[in-house]
């Protein structure tokens, strides 16, 4: 190829790349896409069509509820769409009722902002923040669940409500879980976790296996609709199972605090012994307080145990204790069958769904 034809096909390719992208241009490709919410506030969103609606928040530093990573596996991050996202797809039918389906809820991590969207969120979660925070404490629990103690670094606060969770970030993996927090709101510059470890599991190996005292993480939130009904004077009852205990000690040690005026009882069943958490502490309350009872009920104690005390399922001895069990408010935290069967007895005993609060995980 001769100096003029190499010439000729360089001025070419500059030509059609230069034409290329004025057609895009003209075809509105280069059009910044928005992501509007409550109508007021406009955010850019990036990556032209391949970023999902909780990508898109994220990015402008809005931190909605996504436990699973965003996966489409824990159904957290619901949002009204009002306009754009596209049709709702299999993965978030699951998770979706008739009625939601029909205001335009979606999930968030599924949703792909390819033009501009409208979307309704509600205030208290434009509140949620980034934190970070130090690790200040890690100690074992049992053979596999650790406490432990977060100091806020920046911001040096936080407002919560008793039982509601944040979520860490897996460093390296930019992935979120959640976690309750175990802390009462009164300690704002330092929270309290309750976590178990999960085989194979990728926050809680990092937890586990990688976290030192003194390493820096972050988290966001606060984030539920699980938390205590400071305006009811209805007695408690609360129910947990493993870690469900976290949300529920960070509201008994906020009732503490406030005197323990309201009549609680909280109920706790693990399988054995060994899986027990947090007994002395919530026993050491008990017996100080006598508006406040802690019953334990082991699942499947062995001879080991010499267990003595309560067996079988919870909600077979939660009507066994309580009177007038129509008359109180609920409070449900650990694993979804555990929570459905307590529902169904609650409610079959003549408990309005109303005054039953809960946290399935
Ligand atoms: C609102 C909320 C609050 C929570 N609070 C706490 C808390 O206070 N303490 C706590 O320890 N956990 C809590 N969790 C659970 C936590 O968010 C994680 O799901 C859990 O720690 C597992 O995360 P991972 O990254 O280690 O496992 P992943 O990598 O997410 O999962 C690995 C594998 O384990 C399975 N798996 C996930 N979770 C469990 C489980 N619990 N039991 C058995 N198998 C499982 C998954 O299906 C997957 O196959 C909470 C969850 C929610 C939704
Ligand atoms: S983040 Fe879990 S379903 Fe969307």
């Given at each position: 190829?001769?100096?003029q034809?190499?010439?000729?096909?360089?001025?070419?390719?500059?030509?059609?790349?230069?034409?290329?992208?004025?057609?895009?241009?003209?075809?509105?490709?280069?059009?910044?896409?928005?992501?509007?919410?409550?109508k007021?506030?406009?955010?850019?969103?990036?990556?032209?069509?391949?970023?999902?609606?909780?990508?898109?928040?994220?990015?402008?530093?809005?931190?909605?509820?996504?436990?699973?990573g965003?996966?489409?596996?824990?159904?957290?991050?619901?949002?009204?769409?009002?306009?754009?996202?596209g049709?709702?797809?299999?993965?978030?039918?699951?998770?979706?009722?008739?009625?939601?389906?029909?205001?335009?809820?979606?999930?968030?991590?599924?949703?792909?902002?390819?033009?501009?969207?409208?979307?309704?969120?509600?205030?208290?979660?434009?509140?949620?923040?980034?934190?970070?925070?130090?690790?200040?404490?890690?100690?074992?629990?049992?053979?596999?669940?650790?406490?432990?103690?977060?100091?806020?670094?920046?911001?040096?606060?936080i407002?919560?409500?008793?039982?509601?969770?944040?979520?860490?970030?897996?460093?390296?993996?930019?992935?979120?879980?959640?976690?309750?927090?175990?802390?009462?709101?009164?300690?704002?510059?330092?929270?309290?976790?309750?976590i178990?470890?999960?085989?194979?599991?990728?926050?809680?190996?990092?937890?586990h296996?990688?976290?030192?005292?003194?390493?820096?993480?972050?988290?966001?939130?606060?984030?539920?609709?699980?938390?205590?009904?400071?305006?009811?004077?209805?007695?408690?009852?609360?129910?947990a199972?493993?870690?469900?205990?976290?949300?529920?000690?960070?509201?008994?040690?906020?009732?503490?605090?406030?005197?323990?005026?309201?009549?609680?009882?909280?109920?706790?069943?693990?399988?054995?012994?060994?899986?027990?958490?947090?007994?002395?502490?919530?026993?050491?309350?008990?017996?100080?307080?006598?508006?406040?009872?802690?019953?334990?009920?082991?699942?499947?104690?062995?001879?080991?145990?010499?267990?003595?005390?309560?067996?079988?399922?919870?909600?077979?001895?939660?009507?066994?204790?309580?009177?007038?069990?129509?008359?109180?408010?609920?409070?449900?935290?650990?694993?979804?069958?555990?929570?459905?069967?307590?529902?169904?007895?609650?409610?079959?005993?003549?408990?309005?769904?109303?005054?039953?609060?809960?946290?399935?995980?």
């Amino acid at each position: 190829m001769n100096l003029q034809t190499f010439f000729i096909l360089i001025f070419l390719l500059i030509g059609v790349t230069v034409l290329l992208a004025f057609t895009d241009i003209l075809l509105g490709g280069h059009k910044q896409t928005l992501l509007r919410i409550n109508k007021e506030n406009e955010f850019p969103v990036s990556g032209r069509g391949t970023s999902t609606l909780l990508d898109a928040l994220s990015e402008n530093r809005i931190f909605i509820p996504s436990a699973c990573g965003g996966k489409g596996t824990c159904g957290h991050c619901k949002v009204k769409v009002e306009s754009g996202g596209g049709d709702v797809l299999p993965m978030e039918e699951n998770f979706l009722s008739p009625q939601e389906k029909k205001e335009g809820i979606r999930l968030a991590c599924q949703v792909r902002v390819r033009d501009d969207i409208d979307i309704n969120l509600p205030g208290d979660l434009l509140e949620a923040k980034e934190y970070t925070a130090e690790v200040v404490a890690l100690e074992d629990m049992n053979y596999d669940t650790k406490f432990i103690k977060l100091k806020l670094l920046s911001p040096e606060t936080i407002d919560f409500k008793p039982g509601q969770y944040v979520q860490i970030l897996v460093p390296g993996y930019e992935q979120f879980r959640a976690y309750s927090i175990a802390s009462p709101p009164s300690q704002k510059d330092l929270l309290e976790f309750v976590i178990r470890y999960v085989p194979k599991g990728l926050c809680t190996t990092f937890i586990h296996k990688a976290l030192r005292v003194g390493d820096i993480i972050k988290f966001t939130g606060p984030y539920g609709e699980f938390y205590l009904q400071e305006d009811s004077g209805k007695p408690i009852v609360c129910l947990a199972r493993s870690t469900g205990i976290a949300p529920i000690r960070s509201i008994i040690l906020h009732l503490k605090e406030k005197g323990l005026t309201r009549a609680t009882h909280s109920y706790y069943s693990a399988r054995k012994k060994t899986d027990i958490l947090l007994d002395d502490e919530l026993k050491a309350i008990e017996e100080k307080h006598p508006n406040f009872f802690h019953y334990i009920v082991l699942s499947r104690p062995g001879p080991e145990d010499h267990w003595e005390g309560e067996t079988g399922y919870i909600t077979d001895t939660v009507p066994k204790y309580e009177e007038s069990l129509e008359e109180k408010e609920y409070y449900l935290c650990g694993p979804p069958e555990m929570i459905d069967d307590a529902i169904d007895v609650l409610v079959s005993q003549g408990v309005p769904k109303e005054q039953i609060f809960f946290d399935k995980f």
